[in-house]
């Protein structure tokens, strides 16, 4: 196993709340004895401020943080494989408060010793052990690393050490890092600084991550059964524009006239993707369970495991943003990047730079939302609410046109309608979340299924991703969700009535279950 720390991070001192306060208190005490000629007031503020002076001067915020090795051994990281790793923090008399985070798997983590040691004789002194160390023999990665950025002899000017254990499962193949981020405080807790560093390690291929790709791509490809696969068990008569590779000619005998076998799909249709990237969309109150992150990961096992050729539109409120055509089969690179980047690792890349808006409180609102015909009838039997009423209509109107570059206002969804309105039909999947744009959906529903296009829209529940169970005690935010699922439901059904494939999504959706509401849905 390959071990590199790619990042080490320090920023300058910060005073904690008790600083702050103490200091306050100082000034008080000063300013008192100034104004009252009290010597005893005064002598206590001057005696604070030399105090938070010279604990400043001598403060000691060194730590180093390694990962553990037991008796020379290292047992490599595997894919869909649970290990766990050993990371030391040695110390004097800093206080550090570290958390273990990765991009690239499953990750917890906690303190389960804390020692001190003598350098003479090494026997440590333990003040803290949950697990003894025949527990952590098997499947664990222990360190004391003597290579790379920490020196062996440099560890032993420290006299503490506090032992972290992280369990991880990589999910792929190649890198894994784990960031180790936090503050350091003093040993008073009155200063403290930022910390952050980072370690990579190689993770090989086991026979469990290939068992997992496998399901998963059956999974994936029965997404797709009865939409791409075609089916030729129907006769019927020739027609100009028939395709004669189809003739049976065995009935055409016995008939007396051309008879094909009418394919109900188009064979190897192309898959066009839209995804969502507008406000509602990006809208999160959790960096690490939101909306937009959830339809990447579900976008990107769609298009690694389709074989098809693929399109992508990222659209937001007003516009597309980028659109990209992705052929797995295509062996070409790009090479203003490297020559080892692929369209679909390029396309991994820009989902994945997609981020959140993070917002402190979410709250489910139809607000936006007031009654406006679609195609001549309310809302209640064929049409949808919208979002703006007489002036307040026509003003937001000006601004969606300027934003959208367009004479007439415009949408992200209705311009990728447009132009797939010059392209083959095929199979569209929209990964939305049913929150804003809804008439320019429909629109461009009626537009792409009179072309001949098959659409199934993955509708992302949104206050499955933004509220907690804690929330759920609060009245007013429960009467706010019951009034966003009737709405939604509305839409729903709408959607579904023009023939629509609707597969409503919450954050607890595997690929399985998603597989399982899909074919839910076709029957």
């Not at 190689?202 to 997404?223: C, F, M, R, W």
């Not at 607890?508 to 279950?513: A, E, L």
Request: aromatic fraction near 12%; hydrophobic fraction near 35%.
């Amino acid at each position: 196993m390959r071990l590199i720390y790619i990042r080490i991070k320090g920023d300058l001192m910060n005073k904690t709340p008790y600083s702050k306060i103490l200091s306050i208190f100082g000034i008080i005490c000063y300013a008192n004895g100034y104004l009252l000629n009290n010597l005893y007031s005064t002598f206590i503020g001057v005696f604070i401020f030399l105090y938070l002076y010279f604990t400043e001067k001598i403060v000691d915020f060194e730590i180093d943080t390694v990962v553990d090795k037991n008796n020379n051994r290292i047992v490599d990281l595997k894919e869909y494989m649970p290990t766990k790793l050993i990371f030391n923090i040695y110390k004097n008399n800093a206080k550090p408060y570290l958390k273990f985070k990765s991009k690239h798997g499953v990750i917890s983590s906690n303190i389960f010793s804390e020692y001190s040691f003598n350098h003479f004789n090494n026997s440590p002194n333990y003040n803290n052990s949950n697990i003894n160390n025949t527990d952590i023999a098997t499947n664990t990665l222990n360190v004391s690393n003597s290579s790379n950025n920490t020196n062996l002899s440099n560890l032993q000017t420290y006299n503490h050490i506090i032992k972290y254990l992280v369990n991880v499962m990589p999910y792929k193949k190649g890198e894994f890092i784990v960031d180790a981020m936090g503050k350091i405080f003093d040993k008073r807790t009155l200063n403290y600084i930022d910390y952050s560093k980072s370690f990579k390690f190689d993770v090989a291929p086991s026979l469990e991550g290939l068992k997992h790709n496998i399901e998963q791509n059956e999974y994936v490809k029965s997404t797709f059964g009865g939409i791409v696969e075609p089916e030729l068990d129907e006769l019927k008569i020739y027609e100009i524009g028939d395709d004669i590779k189809r003739i049976d000619w065995k009935k055409s005998i016995g008939s007396n006239s051309i008879i094909v076998r009418k394919l109900l799909h188009m064979e190897a249709q192309s898959i066009y993707y839209f995804l969502d990237i507008g406000h509602s969309m990006r809208i999160s109150i959790d960096e690490n369970n939101n909306k937009i992150n959830y339809a990447t990961g579900v976008l990107l096992n769609f298009i690694k495991y389709n074989e098809n050729d693929n399109y992508l539109f990222l659209y937001d409120d007003y516009k597309i943003v980028k659109s990209s055509a992705i052929n797995n089969n295509n062996k070409r690179r790009i090479k203003k990047f490297s020559k080892n980047t692929t369209f679909q690792q390029y396309i991994e890349k820009e989902l994945l730079n997609i981020k959140p808006i993070l917002v402190d409180k979410y709250i489910p609102t139809i607000t936006n939302i007031e009654h406006k015909r679609y195609n001549g009838s309310s809302f209640g039997s064929s049409g949808v609410e919208h979002n703006y009423k007489n002036q307040e209509y026509n003003d937001n109107n000006i601004i969606h046109s300027y934003l959208s570059r367009r004479k007439k206002g415009s949408s992200g969804i209705f311009e990728c309608a447009r132009y797939l309105m010059k392209m083959k039909t095929g199979n569209v999947m929209i990964f939305t979340d049913l929150d804003s744009n809804i008439i320019p959906l429909l629109k461009s529903i009626n537009m792409l299924t009179k072309k001949g296009f098959n659409i199934i829209i993955y509708a992302l529940y949104s206050p499955s991703f933004n509220i907690h169970k804690e929330e759920l005690s609060n009245e007013e935010i429960l009467q706010e969700i019951y009034k966003h699922y009737i709405h939604r439901q509305k839409i729903i059904k709408i959607l579904r009535r023009k023939g629509i494939v609707v597969v409503d999504l919450n954050n607890k959706d595997g690929m399985k279950n998603i597989i399982d509401k899909l074919k839910r849905c076709k029957i």
